[in-house]
């Protein structure tokens, strides 16, 4: 295609996920021509202006830098949180600090062996096992370079952080095994570290196996838009067995290359800031919690602001549980004397004294109280607004169907939709049930979630609900292509609420010859009305969702039956009852 002429207005730096969403071609594509050009990166990497446009001109457009106000703006939800961190800080004072690696991966890939592993060759022979203290993070050294690991393997407590404002980690280490391949987990996983905009490392684990097949994953990887660096991509795959411990070495060296084109900088004498790894409250020593320094110089003494905790730190022990004076950027530290057990995520900050420190926490637990009473849903309408406002220039969605049939239709209808003024991204696509996994990728990226042909698990609703993530579940595609088509265009009609009317306890099950099967039941909260829209669960699994089509008292139809009292409820098309089933009326208004 030709664009002679065609400008295309871009900002100081992109993402090149970014940049081949505004030119309409493929981050593979795009890394390609970049790599031809002598420059290599990843789809989750930055380049700068004059770069993405040597590269635009290739295929026909001129760039022109973008308004200021809007560069700053593009800025905000591309840039590492560590470089938000220290912002303010004076360039010239800015050193390299050890990068902060996190592990994620599918399960029983090998994500704490690996990590075993990895603390193994470092622990020297005499002190085999020595490490009495787990504090959630440590360090290896590497050709006389540090790196710091987050112990906390799992994209659960990696999107935790991340739903929680930090982003503890500069790099993903992404397990994968060489005998099993890609798994949905591991989809789940590079969805996560591509949403937190995080270098994403390959370890092909378990190489040694006989029946692993380190091509196939490659092929894999390359289809999830990893492309392995030994196939022209950008994504380095190291091939390790954490079992035999070979090939860490290979594995910590890349690690040091992918910080090395990350320029991961801090200012040892500036603010000190950093992330709570982990906290608990001991028994004997009070508040324990660790903590990640991610600018400045932690000291004894300081008086520190984590969350709604804060307290004058009273010991600073290392991973080995050593005792030290302080501590400066990546370094992971123990610490006593918090008045308060903060959360995980938590950002934490030195104040000049425990009276700024506690009134900084006064003021937060009245934000908090004020945001739990008028938190509501981000919902499509919300989002509109927000990107008519400026403040959002995409809408993020994770979609959940069926089967995969349904997916790929889904993906490239909803495709489509995003080549307007307003893009859209899909940051997580896969099949079954909306559990709370979903949830909590949608909370830590601000996304909605859509499901087609599923449910949402009980429990994943009341997640959504306490953390106001908007799920819609569509039964026809159209549907769910004209809401988001309406949203795009401002025009979305106001969304249908449910609203629960009763609960009910199935005692036992009878057969009656107008209805079929008939659930005897006992109403134990609110009412049940005849004609309202009716949820049965057997356990936490939904196994029918539709019309209460009868309801009956001793041997009257009724319209409506109230808490306390029996009835019978017939179901439209249904007869798979059971004692013990319960039911959930509900209307839509």
């Given at each position: 295609?030709?664009?002679n002429?065609?400008?295309?207005?871009?900002?100081?730096?992109?993402?090149?996920?970014?940049?081949?969403q505004?030119?309409?071609?493929?981050p593979?594509?795009?890394?390609?021509?970049?790599?031809?050009n002598?420059?290599?990166a990843?789809?989750?990497?930055?380049?700068?202006?004059?770069?993405?446009a040597?590269?635009?001109a290739?295929?026909?457009?001129?760039a022109?830098?973008?308004?200021?106000?809007?560069?700053?703006?593009?800025?905000?939800?591309?840039?590492p949180?560590?470089?938000?961190?220290?912002a303010?800080?004076d360039?010239?004072q800015l050193?390299?600090?050890?990068?902060?690696?996190?592990?994620?991966?599918?399960?029983?890939?090998?994500?704490t062996?690996l990590?075993?592993a990895?603390?193994?060759?470092?622990?020297?022979?005499?002190?085999?096992?020595?490490?009495?203290?787990?504090?959630?993070?440590?360090?290896?050294?590497?050709?006389?370079?540090l790196i710091?690991f987050l112990?906390t393997?799992?994209?659960?407590?990696?999107?935790?952080?991340?739903?929680?404002?930090?982003?503890?980690?500069?790099?993903?280490?992404l397990?994968?095994a060489?005998?099993?391949?890609?798994?949905?987990?591991?989809?789940?996983a590079?969805a996560?570290a591509?949403?937190?905009?995080?270098?994403?490392?390959?370890?092909?684990?378990?190489?040694?196996?006989p029946?692993?097949?380190?091509?196939?994953?490659k092929?894999?990887?390359?289809?999830?838009?990893?492309?392995?660096?030994?196939?022209?991509?950008?994504?380095?795959?190291?091939?390790v067995?954490?079992?035999?411990?070979?090939?860490?070495?290979?594995?910590?060296?890349?690690?040091?290359?992918?910080?090395?084109s990350?320029?991961?900088?801090?200012n040892?004498?500036?603010k000190?800031?950093?992330?709570?790894?982990?906290?608990?409250?001991?028994?004997?020593?009070?508040?324990?919690?660790?903590?990640?320094?991610?600018?400045?110089?932690?000291?004894s003494?300081?008086?520190?602001v984590?969350g709604?905790?804060?307290?004058?730190?009273r010991?600073?022990?290392?991973?080995?549980?050593?005792?030290?004076?302080?501590a400066?950027p990546s370094t992971?530290?123990?610490?006593?004397?918090?008045?308060?057990?903060?959360?995980?995520g938590?950002?934490?900050e030195?104040?000049?004294?425990?009276?700024?420190?506690?009134?900084?926490?006064?003021?937060r637990?009245?934000?908090?109280?004020?945001?739990?009473?008028s938190?509501?849903?981000l919902s499509?309408?919300d989002?509109?607004?927000?990107?008519?406002?400026?403040?959002a220039?995409?809408?993020n969605?994770i979609?959940k169907?069926?089967v995969?049939?349904?997916?790929d239709?889904?993906?490239t209808?909803?495709?489509k939709?995003?080549?307007?003024?307003i893009?859209?991204?899909?940051?997580?696509?896969?099949?079954?049930?909306?559990g709370?996994?979903?949830?909590?990728l949608?909370?830590?990226?601000?996304?909605?979630?859509i499901?087609?042909?599923?449910q949402?698990?009980v429990?994943?609703?009341?997640?959504?609900?306490?953390e106001?993530?908007?799920?819609?579940?569509?039964?026809?595609i159209?549907?769910m292509?004209?809401?988001?088509?309406?949203?795009?265009n401002g025009m979305?009609?106001?969304?249908l609420?449910?609203?629960?009317?009763?609960?009910?306890?199935v005692?036992q099950?009878?057969?009656?010859?107008?209805?079929?099967?008939?659930?005897?039941?006992?109403?134990t909260?609110?009412?049940?009305?005849?004609g309202?829209?009716?949820?049965?669960?057997?356990?936490t699994?939904?196994?029918?969702?539709g019309?209460?089509?009868?309801?009956?008292h001793?041997?009257?139809?009724?319209?409506?039956?109230?808490?306390?009292?029996?009835c019978?409820?017939g179901?439209?098309?249904?007869?798979?009852?059971?004692?013990g089933d319960?039911?959930?009326?509900?209307i839509?208004?």
């Amino acid at each position: 295609m030709s664009n002679n002429g065609h400008k295309i207005e871009l900002p100081t730096t992109i993402v090149v996920r970014d940049l081949a969403q505004k030119i309409e071609k493929s981050p593979i594509e795009l890394i390609k021509k970049l790599m031809t050009n002598g420059v290599m990166a990843t789809i989750n990497q930055t380049v700068d202006f004059d770069t993405a446009a040597i590269v635009v001109a290739e295929y026909g457009f001129e760039a022109v830098p973008e308004a200021v106000e809007e560069t700053v703006q593009e800025e905000v939800g591309e840039v590492p949180l560590w470089r938000q961190m220290i912002a303010g800080e004076d360039k010239s004072q800015l050193k390299p600090r050890p990068p902060v690696v996190t592990i994620l991966g599918h399960v029983d890939h090998g994500k704490t062996s690996l990590l075993d592993a990895i603390r193994s060759t470092d622990v020297a022979a005499g002190e085999a096992g020595g490490i009495t203290q787990h504090i959630g993070a440590y360090q290896v050294e590497m050709k006389g370079r540090l790196i710091t690991f987050l112990d906390t393997p799992g994209h659960a407590a990696f999107t935790q952080m991340r739903a929680r404002g930090a982003q503890g980690a500069d790099i993903v280490v992404l397990v994968v095994a060489a005998d099993d391949g890609v798994m949905p987990q591991t989809k789940e996983a590079i969805a996560h570290a591509k949403a937190a905009r995080v270098p994403i490392l390959v370890a092909l684990n378990k190489v040694d196996k006989p029946n692993a097949n380190p091509e196939r994953v490659k092929q894999q990887l390359a289809e999830q838009e990893l492309v392995p660096d030994d196939w022209g991509g950008s994504t380095m795959v190291v091939p390790v067995s954490a079992k035999q411990k070979k090939g860490i070495d290979d594995l910590l060296e890349g690690i040091l290359l992918v910080a090395d084109s990350s320029d991961i900088k801090a200012n040892p004498g500036g603010k000190v800031i950093g992330t709570v790894i982990e906290a608990e409250l001991d028994k004997s020593k009070g508040v324990m919690a660790t903590l990640l320094v991610q600018n400045g110089t932690l000291e004894s003494g300081d008086v520190i602001v984590a969350g709604t905790a804060h307290g004058k730190l009273r010991a600073i022990t290392d991973y080995k549980g050593k005792p030290i004076k302080k501590a400066g950027p990546s370094t992971p530290v123990a610490v006593m004397g918090l008045s308060d057990v903060p959360s995980a995520g938590d950002l934490f900050e030195v104040v000049a004294s425990e009276k700024e420190a506690r009134n900084i926490v006064a003021e937060r637990l009245e934000v908090l109280k004020t945001q739990a009473q008028s938190r509501k849903k981000l919902s499509l309408e919300d989002l509109f607004s927000k990107v008519q406002a400026g403040e959002a220039k995409e809408l993020n969605l994770i979609v959940k169907a069926d089967v995969q049939g349904s997916l790929d239709p889904i993906i490239t209808e909803l495709n489509k939709l995003g080549q307007g003024e307003i893009g859209l991204k899909v940051l997580h696509a896969e099949t079954g049930n909306i559990g709370n996994n979903d949830v909590m990728l949608a909370t830590a990226s601000k996304a909605i979630l859509i499901g087609f042909n599923v449910q949402a698990d009980v429990d994943a609703r009341r997640m959504a609900e306490k953390e106001g993530v908007d799920i819609r579940l569509y039964e026809i595609i159209y549907r769910m292509t004209e809401d988001i088509e309406k949203a795009l265009n401002g025009m979305l009609e106001p969304d249908l609420k449910e609203k629960t009317l009763g609960r009910a306890q199935v005692l036992q099950v009878f057969t009656a010859s107008k209805f079929g099967r008939v659930a005897g039941c006992k109403v134990t909260d609110g009412e049940l009305k005849r004609g309202a829209k009716v949820r049965l669960y057997r356990g936490t699994d939904i196994i029918y969702e539709g019309d209460l089509s009868s309801l009956r008292h001793e041997k009257d139809d009724v319209k409506e039956i109230r808490q306390g009292y029996e009835c019978g409820v017939g179901f439209k098309n249904f007869s798979d009852i059971q004692p013990g089933d319960s039911l959930v009326c509900y209307i839509l208004e």
